[in-house]
């Protein structure tokens, strides 16, 4: 049936012969065998064109396999549980979720978000990647390195506006600031103490603005025009492309790396190499 359809369809056993991937002659013996079968001729030969019996076979055929071939795929598809990646919820919003598209199609595999700032546990198996902030990576699990990031200062142009440029590191001191609380153990020693620290300047009473816990309400409060704020150059890379966000000066300090971290388990391993292989494509062709 699949042999008379394709030949239908195309109106040449040739290509029908292509497209199943067989030879013509095979095609010529399947539809022959299912005129036998029907005890009804379905294409006249020379030239090639169906018959009056192919004519009404032919539309019902097609979409009866049309339906099969849906319902099959439908059913592959159910059981194909998507990879599950953990991030944090600022990693998430700035820099995985713009890439979800290019990253879906690169790999063709169906990937859910787990956006938490609590690290994942990849031993349970509701977590099958994690994307995490650390210098080094751990002897649990295969780490895959994806960049180095720095902690730079920024502003949105209407901040700097109102409050003029601010041309050296020191006359941040001036004006006021976002000050985030970071969670990540890796990090909670960097801020603004530290990064005027590494310029040789000392931090004496800055005026902070606001204070935040999370990362992305940082971001958008920078962006917002409420104060400078210190923030990962992959995390605001879109917005200062955009102009969202305006760089203050070059003066940078280093901050944890970012890590593609799976289990040991051979479970779906095809599955997360792929995944993590892609993430690491869109992760060096940005660095």
Sequence with gaps: MRAFEAAARHGHFGRAAEELNLDPTAISHQVRKLEALLEVALFERRPLRLTDAGERLYPDLKEALDRMANAVHAVQQAKVRPVVVSMTMAFAAEWFTPRLRELRAITDVPIDVHADNAPADLQTGAVDIAIRS???????GIW???????????ASPSFLERH??????????RVP???????????????WNSWLRAA??????????????????????????????????HLVEARLQNGELVRI???????????????????R???????????????????
């Design 134 to 140: 650390q210098r080094n990576a751990d002897r649990d």
């Design 144 to 154: 895959y390195k994806l960049f180095d990031d720095k902690l730079i200062a920024v």
């Design 164 to 173: 003029g440029p601010i041309e050296t590191t020191e006359a941040i001191l």
């Design 177 to 191: 600031v976002v000050d985030y609380r970071w969670s990540s153990p890796s990090r909670r020693s960097l801020g």
């Design 200 to 233: 040789g300047i000392d931090a004496g009473d800055m005026s902070v603005a606001s204070s935040f816990t999370e990362e992305s309400h940082a971001i958008q409060a920078a962006v917002s025009g409420v104060g400078a704020a210190l923030l990962s150059s």
């Design 249 to 267: 000066g070059n003066h940078a300090i280093p901050a944890p790396a970012f890590w593609a971290v799976r289990g040991n388990s051979m479970h």
């Design 269 to 287: 391993e095809a599955d997360l190499e792929t995944v993590v292989t892609a993430i690491r494509r869109l992760a060096l062709g940005r660095e």
